[in-house]
């Protein structure tokens, strides 16, 4: 999958609240009451990423998850990352 132009990364990201472009990759901090919570999300990140193929750069700080997203493979960030982002946001609502 080709990496998007960054005048594209930049109008797709206007699209999806939170997701900043930095290092190379597409990311935002998620926020929640407690640690546990923060890992019941981080998990259904993981099967939905495992699903999709495609895998986050994932921190957890305590109550606070940071998501990157990049193809590795293109060397940039494509269709995939903002597919992802998007499963991401929703999952973060459950």
């Known amino acids: 999958m080709p990496k998007l132009p960054p005048e594209e990364i930049k109008n797709r990201l206007a699209g999806i ?3 900043q472009l930095a290092d190379n990759a597409i990311k935002k901090q998620f926020k929640f009451n ?3 919570s923060a890992i019941a999300f981080v998990n259904r990140v993981a099967a939905a990423a ?3 193929d495609h895998h986050p750069d994932i921190t957890v700080n305590y109550t606070r ?7 590795h ?6 269709e995939k990352d903002f597919s992802l ?3 991401i946001d929703l999952l973060g609502k459950a």
Do not use: R
């Not at 998850?65 to 193809?71: C, E």
């Not at 493979?73 to 494509?78: D, F, L």
């Open 65 to 71: 998850v940071t998501m990157a997203l990049s193809t």
């Open 50 to 52: 495992e699903a999709a």
């Open 34 to 36: 407690d640690f546990m």
């Open 85 to 87: 982002a998007q499963q």
């Open 17 to 19: 609240s939170g997701w």
């Open 73 to 78: 493979s293109a060397s940039g960030i494509t």
